[in-house]
């Protein structure tokens, strides 16, 4: 009796199913079209005539996608969650989710990737003031 849970059959199951895996995408719709990703796949100086490989990377980014924008929700979550407990007094009618470029700057930093906030008129210490003096 085996009683590796990792046993022969189930790797050969596995191995099977991921052999079946490329030829499963020539039916499958990724939500990011695959002129999309074959553009920006050119663009960065790769090119493949297989569809199949087209799918799999809208897949894998997709996936990308999708998990960031998880994330981005829970920051958000967290955020509102604290500001609820600061303003306790107060009753909360509007529970809409408002997601910020704080939220998914956050989610971003995770993976890697940083996120540079444009700097918005009315945000800057110069809003109002003349152009040409904003050099002095």
Avoid: W
Avoid at 14 to 29: E, Q, V, W
Avoid at 36 to 59: N, T, W
Avoid at 88 to 95: A, E, H, P, S
């Amino acid at each position: 009796m085996n009683h590796n849970p990792q046993s022969s059959d189930g790797k050969h199951d596995d191995d099977s199913a991921l052999a079946g895996f490329p030829s499963s995408l020539m039916d499958y719709t990724p939500t990011i079209p695959d002129e999309l990703v074959e553009h920006y796949l050119a663009k960065s100086g790769f090119q493949s005539p297989d569809v199949r490989l087209i799918r799999l990377v809208a897949v894998a980014t997709q996936k990308f996608v999708a998990e960031v924008a998880s994330d981005a929700l829970q920051h958000c979550k967290a955020r509102q969650a604290a500001v609820v407990k600061d303003k306790r007094d107060k009753q909360q009618k509007d529970k809409r989710l408002i997601l910020t470029m704080d939220d998914l700057s956050n989610s971003l930093q995770e993976y890697g990737v940083n996120v540079k906030h444009q700097e918005y008129f009315a945000d800057s210490p110069a809003t109002g003031i003349d152009p040409a003096s904003r050099d002095e």
